[in-house]
């Protein structure tokens, strides 16, 4: 349980945080206290950490609280924006930053590592609005096991063993390139470029491969910190979607539908019947 758990947990009133006294403060400094005798699962760092925070970091922890996307992230629940106010669009990240660190880190990492592992990268996608308020050192970890997914990649797609295929399905998730993004740089972009080269290679060996197509369409994904690496990205999407149609055009033309066979199946019942009936 963090600090955030535990707030949900005894319901402090989130909107009226920055305005609660010294006296409202007392008494939800007895309430923590009382819900740490009852309740087992609570940590005394976690309960101490709370009132230091409603004490010190009051605007911090009210930033955190009133964001929907923090809150949820952190409370572990899924709120609706309407139990929200607006997101405040100024804010000190710094600041955020530091009470993230000093509050929060172990569950952010937690979250990370858990949602990488499962390749769910539009949950991580999905909180990186706020990619600025989160710690130098948990960004650095993400950071370094996206790059070990891409090194992943490589390394099996390079020994083209089919049965090492289910270990990097995804490959072909669009979110995965979009999350790279958010860590673009040099040494990210030489590793695209890489799996760009071997992708190209094989779909330029057999078009009619559904595996590459998708890979190709979802690295368009990716936000290169080299604009030019982007321009390839998206034109080698364009060549596939075209690919696809002309394809798609050249198998209807070349032969009968499924549906024009069901009528001309029909068809000739009706005309066996009708002969059938004559005799």
């Known amino acids: 349980m963090n600090i955030i758990e535990l ?23 007895k309430q923590v206290n009382v819900e740490k005798r009852i309740n087992q699962d609570i940590d005394v760092n976690v309960a101490n950490n709370l009132i230091l925070a409603l004490k010190e970091y009051r605007q911090e922890l009210y930033f955190i609280v009133s964001n929907r996307i923090l809150y949820n992230l952190f409370s572990k629940k899924n709120y609706s924006r ?12 710094e600041k955020i930053q530091s009470f993230i660190n000093q509050f929060l880190n172990d569950d952010l990492v937690l979250f990370f590592d858990q949602h990488l592992s499962q390749n769910k990268f539009d949950f991580i996608n999905d909180i990186f609005d706020f990619k600025d308020c989160f710690p130098e050192d948990a960004l ?21 063993n089919s049965a090492n295929m289910p270990a990097i399905s995804y490959v072909e998730y669009r979110s995965f390139y979009v999350l790279l993004s958010y860590f673009s740089s040099i040494e990210m972009d030489n590793k695209i ?7 190209s290679e094989r779909y330029n060996a057999n078009k009619q491969s559904d595996f590459y197509m998708t890979c190709i369409s979802s690295m368009q994904g990716y936000v290169a910190y080299d604009p030019s690496l982007t321009d390839i990205l998206v034109s080698n999407r364009e060549a596939v979607y075209s690919n696809s149609i002309d394809r798609g055009s050249s198998d209807s033309s070349s032969g009968l539908s499924g549906k024009t066979i069901f009528f001309i199946v029909l068809a000739v019942i009706k005309i066996l019947s009708l002969f059938a009936r004559c005799h």
């Open 7 to 29: 707030f949900e947990e005894l319901k402090i009133d989130k909107n009226n945080i920055l305005l609660f006294s010294p006296e409202d403060l007392i008494r939800i400094e």
């Open 82 to 93: 309407h139990n929200f106010p607006s997101p405040q669009r100024e804010y000190d990240f």
């Open 140 to 160: 650095f970890q993400l950071n370094k096991k996206l790059n070990g997914k891409v090194d992943a990649i490589l390394v099996n797609l390079s020994q083209n």
């Open 193 to 199: 470029r890489s799996l760009v080269n071997i992708v």
